[in-house]
């Protein structure tokens, strides 16, 4: 059975840092791309940052780029995006996927897998 699982949300203030985690089992992570999303209240779940299988390329949301770092830890099963300078706008339930020799693309419908999301509240 593939899980995976969300950790590290919080609430932080606007400025501040997080870094989640998520941790796969049930499948061979390094044969899988990841990616991050997010959604609101009230809005869409949209892309954040993704992570090849293979050599590992990234790519980000504009939103986000520079001050997210997706990374992997095959050898742990586990995907991270680090967040900093965060600001409200941040707020979200992050959610990590998978997909099979995925790229880390944006397009949710590509993900196989999906965690239960992890909630990260950023004040002003």
């Known amino acids: 059975q593939v899980q995976l699982v969300e950790s590290g949300g919080g609430s932080v203030q606007a400025g501040g840092s997080l870094r989640l985690s998520c941790a796969a089992s049930?499948?061979?992570?390094?044969?899988?791309?990841a990616a991050w999303f997010r959604q609101a209240p009230g809005k869409e779940r949209e892309f954040v940052a993704g992570?090849?299988?293979?050599?590992?390329?990234?790519r980000y949301a504009a939103s986000v780029r520079g001050r997210a770092t997706i990374n992997r830890d095959n050898a742990k099963n586990t995907v991270f995006l680090q967040m900093d300078s965060l600001k409200p706008e941040d707020t979200a339930v992050y959610y990590c996927?998978?997909?099979?020799?995925?790229?880390?693309?944006?397009?949710?419908?590509?993900?196989?897998?999906w965690g239960q999301g992890t909630q990260v509240t950023v004040s002003s």
């Open positions: 996927a998978a997909e099979p020799l995925g790229r880390g693309n944006s397009d949710p419908d590509r993900y196989n897998y």
């Open positions: 992570i090849s299988w293979s050599v590992g390329n990234t």
């Open positions: 049930g499948l061979t992570f390094s044969n899988y791309g």
